[in-house]
């Protein structure tokens, strides 16, 4: 059999990943084709010319990614793995299998997902060249997620204009252990900024780490920033050679998640170390020149956890594109 | 066929009944001769269709509600039902993918 339909599918994000798993009717090798753009419809000619809705329509949508199924072979049972688009707010996706000869490749139906990341809180607040500005944050996280600590933020910045630019941004979780599994900090566009002379910027390192308070544990891992994967050596980031050239350059969206910590729910919770900080720096490995004028600004900075945010609204997209419909 | 002008009383269709069959087509009212089966055996191409498109018709029911939404959705506003959806899918209809410009 050639063809085939899919009977059972679900989606889930884990950390940096979207996790689609399909049951299909027979045993297929597919592919999984994904967009963040709504589809194109096209209502067709009315077959029935005592009707005012079109016979049918034709989706149209412009893939950016195809992803194989994992497991080897002709399979039932699938499972994709795709990147978390999360400057998104909405995933499509469907599957579709290689057609032979001249019977078409069949298709799944389009699942349509929520992919909002889920804020635990936010903080927004600014500075200029302010050293040691204690900001307490107000909010109350959600109640199904376990956090018990009083969350506070507080930044610190310090400039050696001898040696070199340092900024530490320390948030302090609380004691729950389990508070940094599948967590995430976001920062948003345009709010955090790093305002240099080009020469400064040049060889600027960005350091993210998790720890407990006042121990530079979990330096090494791999982290995420922006679109662009990178692996953390020595628990550095350098930026893109394409920012260190930009005089006063915004970072890009920035979604910072630490998957050495992003744990599986039934896991064992992770070790206490992890429990109470997370702490983002930002420095300058090169000196700063003091003749120069520069500044930081940053904020807001969203804080949330990546897990169980995927909401099927494949019956509410669709509604948008075509209505009013005039026959 | 036969294009009528209007339609026959209701008792003239009926009793017509396996003889002529009256039905509108395009918005005419036309007359045929009542339809039979065909007594030849189809042509083997017909004939291998036949396994594919049961296997999606009777599997419909096999489809749970994590699939469902998605047809209904595919579906609103128009003419056809889940059913119809599900078996243009599966004959390669109904979507296309495009990595160039958002068409117009």
Known sequence: MTRYFVTHQTATIHCSTVTVNMTTSTAQHLWLLWTTKEPFIRPRPFRNQESTRPHQNNFSLQIMGDVEQQEPGNTTQHT????WPYTATRLFFYSINQGTG??????SPIFAYDISPQI???????????PDLPWLHPGTPPAPFPYTGGGSLILRNSIDRSDALHLDLVALLGDSPSVLCNLFL??????????????DAQGSVLIVYAGSAGSPANRDGRFTLGQDPCVVSDGNYTYPASLNSTVGFPLSPMLLELPDICGNPDDPPPPAAYASELRLIASSSGPLNPQREWFFTYGPVQIGTTSGVMTDVSGQWRHKRIAPFIP | MVKLATVPARSIVLGFKGIIDFYSWKGVVVVRRWPRKPTQPRSAAVQDQWADFKAVTQGFKTIDETVMPALTSMTTGTQLVQKDEQVQLYYGYAIEETNGPWPQ
């Not at chain 1, 994709?80 to 990147?83: A, C, M, N, R, Y």
């Not at chain 1, 001249?102 to 298709?107: D, G, H, N, Q, V």
């Not at chain 1, 809180?121 to 302010?130: L, N, P, R, V, Y």
């Open chain 1, 80 to 83: 994709f793995v795709l990147p």
């Open chain 1, 102 to 107: 001249k019977i078409k490749a069949s298709r």
């Open chain 1, 120 to 130: 635990l809180f936010e903080e927004t607040w600014s500075i200029s060249g302010k």
């Open chain 1, 186 to 199: 976001r920062v948003k566009i345009g709010n955090f900024q790093l305002g240099l002379p080009t020469d």
